[in-house]
C-alpha cells in the first residue's frame, strides 16, 4: 500500500496567517490526491481533488499544489472557520490511503 | 443537497455482528459507487469498503475481508455493512461517503458518521 505522510502533524496560528500542509507519498501517484477538512463536530468535507481543484463552495484560498510525491496544501489567509484538522488522500493506487493528518489550531 | 445519514453503529460484545446502514439523498444514488471509511478514536482514516453503482462490484481492506459485506438498495437509496466476527480493531467511527466516479476512490461526500464500538 502507498503509505501516506503528512508534516507537521499539528500547527497552531494566527487569523490572518498563511498556513502550508505538506503531504508525501510513499511513491509516485502522479496528481491523484485529495485533501478533506475534519471539523470536531465530525463533518468530512472535500476541499481539493486532483491536487489542486477545489471543490465547489470551497473558499478560494485554499490552494493545492504539486505532483509525483511531494503535496501541499496552502490556506492563503486563516480564517476562524478553518481551525480543524486536515487529511490527505491518495486514489492513484488501490486501495486509497490517508494521511495521519495535521491539526491546525489556534494560537 | 446531497446528504448521507448513517445509522446502526452501537456498542457490542467482540466476536459479535452489526449491520450500519446509509441513507442517501439529494442525488441520483444509482449513478455513483459508494464507499465506506472508519476512524479509530484519536486516529486517522482507513477506506474500508466499495462497492459500484450496481452492486456488482465490491471491494475491501485487508483488515475486513471475509467478515464485512458491503451491498446496496438503489430502490431505496440505501448502503448497508454488515460487520461480523468484530474485534477491539473494529472500534471506530464508520462513514459512508459518495465515490466522485466509477473505481475513482476520490470522496466527494461524506456522512456524519455512526459509533461502533466493540467491548471485548
Known amino acids: 500500500d502507498i503509505q501516506m505522510t503528512q508534516s507537521p502533524s499539528s500547527l497552531s496560528a494566527s487569523v490572518g496567517d498563511r498556513v502550508t500542509i505538506t503531504c508525501r507519498a510513499s511513491?509516485?501517484?502522479?496528481?491523484?490526491l485529495a485533501w478533506y477538512q475534519q471539523k470536531p463536530e465530525r463533518a468530512l468535507k472535500s476541499l481539493i481533488y486532483?491536487?489542486?481543484n477545489l471543490q465547489s463552495d470551497v473558499p478560494s484560498r485554499f490552494s493545492g499544489s504539486g505532483s509525483g510525491t511531494d503535496f501541499t496544501l496552502t490556506i492563503s489567509s486563516l480564517q476562524p472557520e478553518d481551525f480543524a484538522t486536515y487529511y490527505c488522500?491518495?486514489?492513484?493506487?488501490?486501495?486509497?490511503?490517508f494521511g495521519g493528518g495535521t491539526k491546525v489550531e489556534i494560537k | 443537497e446531497v446528504q448521507l445519514l448513517e445509522s446502526g453503529g452501537a456498542l457490542i460484545q467482540a466476536g459479535g455482528s452489526l449491520r450500519l446502514s446509509c441513507a442517501a439523498s439529494?442525488?441520483?444514488?444509482?449513478?455513483?459507487?459508494m464507499s465506506w471509511v472508519r476512524q479509530a478514536p484519536g486516529k486517522g482514516l482507513e477506506w474500508v469498503s466499495y462497492?459500484?453503482?450496481?452492486?456488482?462490484?465490491?471491494y475491501y481492506a485487508d483488515s475486513v475481508k471475509g467478515r464485512f459485506t458491503v451491498s446496496r438498495d438503489n430502490s431505496k437509496n440505501t448502503l448497508d455493512l454488515q460487520m461480523n466476527s468484530l474485534g477491539a480493531e473494529d472500534t471506530a467511527l464508520y462513514y459512508c461517503?459518495?465515490?466522485w466516479g466509477t473505481g475513482s476512490y476520490y470522496f466527494d461526500y461524506w456522512g456524519q458518521g455512526t459509533l461502533v464500538t466493540v467491548s471485548s
Open positions: 439529494g442525488f441520483t444514488f444509482n449513478n455513483y459507487p
Open positions: 486532483a491536487t489542486s
Open positions: 511513491q509516485g501517484i502522479r496528481n491523484w
Open positions: 462497492i459500484s453503482e450496481t452492486g456488482h462490484d465490491t
Open positions: 461517503a459518495r465515490d
Open positions: 488522500q491518495q486514489y492513484q493506487t488501490y486501495p486509497p490511503t
